[in-house]
C-alpha cells in the first residue's frame, strides 16, 4: 500500500488540502528559522549560488571558444549566447543561470518520479526482481561499473522491463 509522506514542508502538506494557501503560507514560513520551508528556501538559495558560480566559471573560461568538446546543456546554451548579438542579450548571465537551475530540478524531479515507478512497479513482481538482481549481478566482478554502451548491450532484461515500465506510464 502507499502512504503518504509528512515529512514535507507544512506548506507542500497544506498544497494537499488547500491549494490556494500553499504559495501564502510557504513564503511567510520559509522566513521562520528552523521550519523545513525555511530550510528547503536556504538550500535552493545554496543552489542557486552555486549554479551561479559554475555558469561565471564556465563563461569565463570559454573566452570565445566555441564548442570546446563538452555535450552538456549549459556548453549548449553558451554556445547558443556565442552565436549572435541578440542571444547574448538574451541569454544574460543571470538567465543562463536560470535556465540551468530550472533544468537542474527539472532532472531531478524528473529522474526522481521515474526512479520511484519503477522500483514500486518491479518490488509488486519478486519474479522480475530477481530476474533483474541476476542479470545486474552477473555484469561483471563487484564495483564494475557498466557504460553506457554495456547499459544497452549487455542488459537485455533490464531495458525490456524499462520499456514495459514506460508504457504503463503513458
Known amino acids: 500500500s502507499l502512504k503518504m509522506d509528512l515529512s514535507a514542508p507544512l506548506s507542500v502538506v497544506l498544497g494537499l488540502v488547500a491549494p490556494a494557501l500553499q504559495g501564502p503560507v510557504r513564503r511567510l514560513l520559509s522566513r521562520v ?17 552555486r549554479v551561479d558560480e559554475i555558469v561565471a566559471a564556465r563563461a569565463r573560461g ?3 571558444h566555441h564548442g570546446e568538446g563538452r555535450k552538456d546543456f549549459l556548453s ?9 548579438a541578440a542571444l547574448r542579450e538574451l541569454l544574460t548571465p543571470d538567465h543562463v543561470s536560470a535556465l540551468t537551475y530550472e533544468h537542474l530540478l527539472a ?5 526522481a518520479f521515474t526512479l520511484s ?5 518491479v518490488a509488486g513482481h519478486p519474479e522480475v526482481e530477481a530476474r533483474l538482481l541476476a542479470e545486474v549481478d552477473g555484469f561483471g566482478p563487484r564495483g564494475a561499473v557498466p557504460t553506457a554502451d554495456d547499459l544497452q548491450r549487455r542488459f537485455p532484461y533490464l531495458d525490456q522491463a524499462c520499456d514495459m515500465t514506460t508504457q504503463r506510464h503513458v
Not at 549548449?76 to 549572435?84: E, I, Q, Y
Open 76 to 84: 549548449a546554451v553558451l554556445d547558443s549566447r556565442d552565436r549572435s
Open 62 to 64: 570559454r573566452s570565445g
Open 33 to 49: 528559522p528552523g521550519t523545513a520551508d525555511w530550510r528547503v528556501a536556504r538550500t535552493n538559495a545554496r543552489l542557486r549560488a
Open 107 to 111: 532532472g531531478s524531479a524528473t529522474t
Open 117 to 121: 515507478s519503477a522500483v514500486y512497479l
